[in-house]
């Protein structure tokens, strides 16, 4: 979703240091967060009317065969004019971001992207690339649904994902940008540390997996757990920003970033910057586990309320996962940033796991959201696949980014619905009709 420095110029870097990240880009998201097992929006005062949702199968089942299928002509098509008709500002912003993303050099030791343990090519560079352009402008250009659907039929090739059961379902939950009070500096009232990438964090280079910690011999060794690390304070000295509890410490953890506002009215913009080789582990099912909050009840806001009454218990659970993130901070027009290092959008942005979906491409996402009334309401909308996320694994799984502060915390904390998930790419008779445009030259200081 960095070595000891996050090289803002390069995207590449930036995407591979991210994809194994637990939250907003790419770590679990608040619906991870929660155990991915709210059926209710958070906060919500009467539950909503439709039954909670069953998933039957497991969607974080491995997928070990390919991931996504091409359509045929007489294959079910998604329902393009409603998603065209739900469109807005987001959409198109998004569009500019993965154009962004494909500019960049680095974005080609992705491509050709292959179907998993398959040698059939998805899609080539500058296909995926031009897929972007074609879809902008269709979508930009085009007067009614009918004539977008037509268009698409026309120009694109759809795969679907092949989910986790025989329906091709996908399970999607929601995630969203925290908002904290916090300190650059420790005082009475922030008094707990978010870190900064150590120097000796190792990760692959191209696909940003973290492999251990380098020793002064040259030697790998695993990293110690988060009760360890805490306990032993071993990263003091290289506090980025204090928060005012341990509680928001660890939602920015599982997020990924977080908006922060400083006591001088200034804002810091936090994201991630790498964490350890240990497993994750959601504390809403440790709590739900424990007996603390029942199913029915658990989200964001009745761990938040436990937590006021016996913070000792909870910080006992939250110790129990094992991974600890790093963060680096951003520049406000590139916050938040996803896996791919470009800027994610509200409802216009997915996370997906990387290593069976192409990245920076258009999706189209059929399944059902919260409103604020506490009902489920229709979500057919194209988005595009910029995120990824530790808890976002297999083709039966899937997050949508639903934006920063409390609002999006509602939408987020009620987002766990089956549906379905598609891909576009152009059909390579169209690819040279839409080469990707000129990048904006880089404007030198004057002398």
Known sequence: MPPSTLDRRAVGSQ?????SRLGLFSVVALSAFVGLLSSTLVGCKSPPKEEPVTVKEDPWKETTGPALVKLGPNDPRPDLAAAFNSRDLYLTRACDESVKWFQAPSSKQFFPFYNQSTTDVVASYDQAAASVVAFRE??????????FASKVDQMFDIWQSVGYDAD????FTGYFSPEFKGSRTKTAQFQFPLYKRPADLVTDPLTGEPKGRKMPDGSLQPWPTRAEIEESQMFAGSELVWVESEFDAYIIHVNGSAKIYMPDNTVLYVGYAGKTDRPYSGLGKAMMDAGLIPKEKLSLTSIREYYKKDPAKVEELMRRNESYVFFTDYPSDRW???????????KASLATDKKIFPRGGVVMVDTMTPSFSGEKVEFKRFLLDQDTGGAIRAAGRADIYMGSGSAAELLAGGQFNDGTLYYFILKPEYVSQYPLPAKPA???PAA
């Open 442 to 444: 880089t404007k030198r």
């Open 15 to 19: 995407d591979a240091m991210r994809r």
């Open 138 to 147: 269709v979508l930009t250009t085009s007067q009614s649904g009918d004539e």
């Open 168 to 171: 091709r379902h996908v399970l």
């Open 336 to 346: 938040p940033a996803g896996s791919l290092g470009v800027k994610v959008n509200e």
